[in-house]
């Protein structure tokens, strides 16, 4: 079977949520299918050469850049379905081309319905490109992988797709990567930052509104004594509507408490979260939320909201909050000092995470593709 790709955010020049999922699925899939032949298709301005090159990917694989800075999707993409002896296109991570070659099937992975939940929080031209696209190929797709069971209701409810058509796969996280760090390491790293270990809460995102850190911000805040000593560190790229955001903690005088790093590679987010008090993630809403689990597996305490895929996805390994509310926020991040439950919490994590890896993740989606055609 010859199974095209879109790998355009596989190969982003910098990769959060999706751009990972796509990345690090292609990475797995090519250890373990020697079988079928796939052909990766790239946007050229964001090729990230240095991963393509080397042995370590399967020779099954193929990387072929569609040469079309604007329309890539709609007019690159679909074009390529008629020119390449195509079984399968397999969308990862964004939108099936309108036109396809005749009888090709397909299969798309839908994140979440988060434009649809929280539109305010989305751009208009986004809102109107994603509601239109969406719909189309939910009808139109093959199959439809969510990754988590919370997509998959979303779409039966809100959408009214058949169950059937749909399968729920977990992402996974890079268990070589994500672990404790040690404690030698760990002080030194954290000092060039002006940290120290479980001297501060920590978020990981993009840094937008409906990540919620303005409660977080206003939560933390609440907490501010003469005995509280922690800090708010926000790891994550600047987003939309981020500006008031960014001047809150000045507004509420924690500015000198609240470090803003923006974006961290991967390779170093393991230190941050091996020393934090507690990832603090009480998103308003999440089609996965991979911080927790990458979190959990470096034993770092999860405070994180009791809505959307959060639970689901968490277990019993955090502490769970209403994230509409600051004063539930507020307690949930002074649980932290409760020693019991921290380790009872830790602990759960370690055990939680053993659900997900990114070699379950391949041969679950590679099973979706495979029954597709």
Known sequence: MVIGIDGSRAFASWRTGTENYSYQLLRALSKIDQKNKYIIYLRPQSRRRGDLQGSSWSKKFQFKEIPFQRLWTQAGLSLQTFRDNLDLLFVPAHTLPVIIKPGLKTVVTVHDL????????????????LGFMQRYQLQKATKIITVSKATKIDLIDREGIDPAKI???????????FKPVRSDTLVYSLRQYGLEPGGYFLFVGTVQPRKNLERVISAFSKLISP??????VIIGSKGWLSDDIYQLPK????????KFLGYVPDEKLP???????ALIFPSLFEGFGLPIIEAQACGCLVITSNLSSMPEIAGKGAIYVNPYKINDIVEGMRKVDDGKLRMEKIKEGFENVKRFSWEKCAKETLAVLEKAV
């Not at 005995?227 to 708010?232: Q, V």
């Not at 507004?251 to 609240?258: A, F, I, N, Q, T």
């Not at 230190?271 to 008090?277: N, T």
Request: charged share 25%; hydrophobic share 30%.
């Open 227 to 232: 005995t509280f000593s922690k800090k708010l």
């Open 114 to 129: 988060g434009s649809q939940y929280l539109p305010s929080m989305h751009q208009l031209k986004q809102r109107l490109y």
């Open 251 to 258: 507004k509420l005088g924690v500015e000198d408490r609240v």
């Open 167 to 177: 399968q729920t796969v977990y992402e996974g996280y890079d268990k070589s990567l």
């Open 271 to 277: 230190v941050f979260y091996s020393g934090a008090a």
